[in-house]
């Protein structure tokens, strides 16, 4: 169980270490704030639009009476929306991180030479394209396990009690599981670290991944939270994955003196 204090204290140091540099920080919110806005839209649409569209997919419900229609048709829009608010809780940060790739390649790798006892940081020395084209593929590989998940987690939902109970605690376990991966491949990426090689360094420290992203996924199902954390959460998952990977971690630079050390295994 200390794992699970050590991931929660990497989660706290990766926040402060943005806030310490605060021009970092104010990068690493960029690709956020678009993710936002394109999310945004498109639950806008759904508010909009998720109506007619239920209607136009239902066109054998035309002729049913009042109120038999409405209410079938409303429950659908209701199902469409929540199944469109799970997918953007979901797939924000693939998305965040896909977009923001150069964004935080850069500040992972500041964080790594920042921490690094020889003041280097890895490098896959791979082109720009094919880290994009990386990251992009196992992204949607971790999407379509998630999904998978989100949909069993939702349709548990309706089970009396363990629904409303057991199901959304579970989904928030799960869901830090998820975005941990998808946080930490950034510094594992530049290592050279392929994704089913990564799963089993995560799943073999689950309680250090548990402590690091389940408070974070839920702290992301609170609106905005998601964009101003999400610096924070690319350096922590950067010390995590030194962690992850064995590489020692010496004295922090003046700028980050008062935390002079990480917790070591």
């Known amino acids: ?15 402060r270490w943005v806030v310490r540099h605060g021009k970092q920080y104010g990068f690493g919110l960029i690709p956020g704030l678009i993710t936002l806005v394109l999310y945004a839209a498109a639950l806008l649409a759904l508010v909009l639009w998720g109506e007619d569209f239920v209607a136009w997919s239902t066109p054998f419900a035309d002729d049913w009476s009042s109120p038999w229609q409405g209410l079938f048709r409303g429950l659908l829009t209701a199902v469409l929306f929540a199944l469109g608010l799970l ?11 896909l977009i923001g790739q150069p964004f935080y390649e850069i500040l992972s790798e500041k964080v790594d030479r920042d921490v690094s006892p020889d003041g280097t ?3 896959s020395g791979l082109p720009l394209w094919r880290e994009l084209w990386i990251s992009g593929r196992d ?10 998940w989100g949909v069993l987690l939702f349709a548990l939902g309706f089970v009396p009690v363990v629904g409303q109970t057991v199901v959304p605690v579970i989904g ?31 799943r073999s420290r689950k309680t250090l991944v548990w402590g690091f992203g389940t408070p974070l996924a839920a ?36 700028a980050t003196a008062p935390d002079a050390k990480l917790v070591s295994r």
């Open 1 to 15: 169980m200390r794992d699970l204090g050590v991931g929660f204290r990497y989660l706290l140091k990766g926040q």
């Open 87 to 97: 997918l953007s809780v979901i797939t924000f940060t693939a998305v965040t991180l």
């Open 121 to 123: 940081a890895p490098e």
């Open 139 to 148: 992204s949607l590989r971790i999407v379509l396990r998630a999904a998978v």
């Open 172 to 202: 928030v376990v799960v869901t830090g599981f998820f975005l941990t991966e998808e946080l930490t491949a950034v510094a594992l990426q530049r290592r050279r670290v392929e994704l089913r090689d990564r799963l089993g360094m995560l």
């Open 219 to 254: 702290a992301f199902l609170v609106p905005f939270v998601a964009v101003f954390l999400m610096p924070g959460a690319v350096a922590g998952a950067t010390l995590l994955a030194r962690e992850l990977s064995g590489e020692e971690t010496g004295e922090e630079t003046a």
